[in-house]
């Protein structure tokens, strides 16, 4: 039986191998690789909030490197998802109350999954034409599709009506998370497309 | 003197340890402003909706606050050292002493406009004319239209902000509309123009209503109310709170422009001159309370006054309003309602109430 300070040392010393598998899924990726030790990224801090989804929305929709207004914009959203569902949750009777989802960040999530693509359409050339060709998707791709519809559509709305981004933002996000809205339509339609052009797919090499 | 058996101590002591236990926040002993002593710090008290809604605090209150108000339907508010101050400022008007002048002032997000907001609720519970003007930084950055006195030449008349003012005030004094405000008759003749005029011995809701229905009236008019109230709270008949948030832009600039295109000074226009009437020693029974925004740049000359500084908060400040979040249901997040979210909240938000409830916000 070891002491405690030298199975610490031990463990050190020897590296990655002999750290725990709790310590490595909480470490941080710089962590993980010491021959290239990189500096955080501002989006990176250890908050409790942190969440994937959300700071990946934040960067797609920072426009000229303005990442304080993107950021406020995205959290303000969430804010407002959070009243409007408090404010059902509030007036729902009993048995309603555990149907309606209060937590933002987890309204988010489902609207971004369900905004996903299940293909992508690339162009491919042959012989001065180019053809709409459906490609498979990685995942992060998909995430990335569809956070780039739903930030068109949320431009494109801005040209009417509701001129602040974060109320856009968060009806756009509660419409998708209950499979409504004009992004969930993009989605559908970007399928169709996919699903016409089907006979492309032996164009894909 | 008989000692109580082990056993029931026992039980009594485990008992008020449940109690604490399944009570869910720091509630303080009574919801009336005037009973909150000091055993009362860092515990929360809640106004009435209604007398919220009478009170206009949509508008006067800082407007992250009134969306609070808007989504739980509920306004609870800590009893923090500020406020108790401000109380016992109240408790010292008298007629003998001239009018009492209190300045908030403190850093940004620290509760000087809540604080103000809990002031004039106390008024309204304690049956005290309120006169409260939102912003007065609103009267000398915001140019809606402008108009030359006709009382004073070289004067600046400002007839949709004075028309604002006379209509919050009426919404505020409505509980006062029928009793004080119109048994109390106006000490001298008002000749607004060649047409109208009110008499001496009519009742003070006749300037009010004179200035609501001519726009152009409505600065003169502000004035002479300001004048009888004053006199009437000197005689002893009303005590009288007159409530300004950002008050230090009374000396401060102006971006309104005279018809030579130079700025006007705060010294030019009407309402700043009757609203810095109150802080002259020549009347009594009454309470100025401002704000000293640090928006405005400004060379106030109200001495003698009481400075009450808004401090950031305290652990035990935090921690109840944060218990009071999770009672509500209004923090959503496992990590935000735990221990370990609260340490990490203190120091997201620096102790600062504004950025703790910006970051319980969207949590």
Redesign the interface.
């Known amino acids: 039986m070891m002491p405690p300070l030298m199975a610490s040392l031990r463990s050190s010393i020897s590296g990655i191998r002999m750290m725990s598998q709790t310590s490595v899924a909480l470490a941080h990726h710089s962590r993980l690789k010491p021959e290239k030790i990189t500096c955080m990224k501002s989006d990176e801090s250890p908050v409790f909030y942190r969440d994937h989804v959300v700071d990946k929305l934040v960067r797609v929709i920072l426009k000229d490197g303005k990442k304080e207004i993107a950021r406020n914009a995205v959290y303000d959203a969430l804010e407002i998802i959070k009243r409007r569902q408090y404010k059902q949750w509030a007036k729902a009777k009993e048995d309603e109350k555990s149907t309606i989802e209060l937590n933002p960040f987890v309204v988010a999530n489902t609207a971004i999954r369900n905004c996903r693509p299940l293909m992508k359409l690339q162009g491919v050339t042959r012989g001065a034409v180019t053809y709409q060709v459906p490609f498979p998707i990685e995942e992060s791709e998909a995430e990335f599709r569809a956070m780039k519809m739903m930030r068109e559509v949320c431009r494109q709305k801005a040209k009417h009506g509701e001129t602040h981004l974060k109320d856009i933002l968060a009806t756009e996000l509660l419409a998708a998370s209950k499979n409504e809205g004009l992004t969930i339509q993009a989605k559908q339609e970007l399928h169709k497309t996919c699903e016409a052009n089907r006979a492309f797919a032996h164009y894909r090499g | 003197m008989a000692l109580l058996p082990k056993s029931s101590v026992k039980t009594l002591f485990s008992a008020t340890k449940t109690l604490t236990a399944i009570r869910p926040y720091n509630k303080a002993a009574s919801d009336d402003p005037s009973q909150l002593a000091r055993a009362d710090l860092g515990k929360l008290y809640h106004i009435p909706v209604d007398a919220a809604k009478n009170l206009n605090f949509n508008k006067i209150l800082p407007s992250k606050y009134a969306?609070q108000l808007n989504?739980?339907?509920e306004c609870a508010i800590l009893c923090r050292p500020q406020f108790l101050e401000v109380l016992h400022c109240f408790q010292a008007v008298r007629p003998t002493f001239p009018g009492i002048r209190v300045v908030l002032w403190g850093r940004f997000g620290t509760g000087k406009t809540l604080t103000l907001a809990q002031a004039v609720h106390y008024a309204y519970t304690q049956n005290w004319v309120i006169l409260n003007v939102r912003d007065v930084m609103d009267w000398t950055r915001v140019v809606k239209d402008v108009q030359m006195s006709t009382y004073r030449t070289g004067r600046i008349d400002l007839p949709e902000h004075s028309v604002n003012f006379l209509n919050h005030f009426k919404q505020q004094n409505q509980h006062l509309w029928k009793t004080i405000l119109t048994d109390l008759k106006t000490t001298k003749d008002y000749v607004w123009t060649k047409t109208e005029k009110t008499p001496i011995d009519k009742p003070l809701t006749d300037i009010v209503d004179m200035g609501l229905a001519s726009p152009f009236l409505a600065n003169d008019c502000v004035g002479a109310l300001c004048r009888e109230l004053r006199l009437h709270a000197s005689s002893g008949a009303l005590k009288l709170l007159v409530a300004m948030d950002a008050g230090n832009s009374l000396y401060g600039r102006t971006v309104i422009r005279k018809a030579d295109r130079t700025f006007a000074t705060t010294d030019e226009l009407s309402l700043v001159q009757q609203f810095r009437k109150f802080f002259r020693d020549d009347w009594t029974n009454g309470l100025v309370l401002t704000i000293a925004d640090k928006r405005e740049i400004s060379d106030a000359h109200i001495d003698p006054f009481i400075p009450i500084e808004t401090q950031l908060y305290t652990e035990a400040e935090a921690k109840a309003l944060h218990d009071y979040y999770k009672d509500k249901?209004?923090l959503?997040?496992d990590?935000?309602r735990?221990e370990?979210?609260l340490k990490?909240l203190y120091y997201?938000a620096a102790f600062n109430p504004h950025h703790f409830e910006r970051?319980c916000?969207?949590?």
């Open positions: 969306k989504t739980l339907d249901q209004w959503v997040t990590e935000a735990s370990a979210g990490q997201l970051l916000a969207f949590n």
